[in-house]
């Protein structure tokens, strides 16, 4: 069987995109859930659907 292998570079690079993803991307979705789930019913909440 053959292996994946990824450079350093790649390595890096994958990290400092996980990093962002949860850092900066995660939390401002997360906020905007629940900004819309305050609203009420989510189910008829049109803005819920990001």
């Keep these: 069987m053959k292996s994946n292998l990824i450079t350093r570079g790649g ?3 994958l990290v ?3 990093k962002n993803l949860w850092h900066e991307e995660r939390p401002e ?4 859930v629940n900004w819309a789930a305050s609203l009420g ?3 008829e909440n049109a803005d819920y659907q990001l």
């Design 16 to 18: 400092a995109e996980l």
């Design 29 to 32: 979705i997360t906020k905007k």
């Design 41 to 43: 019913d989510r189910s």
């Design 11 to 13: 390595h890096d690079k």
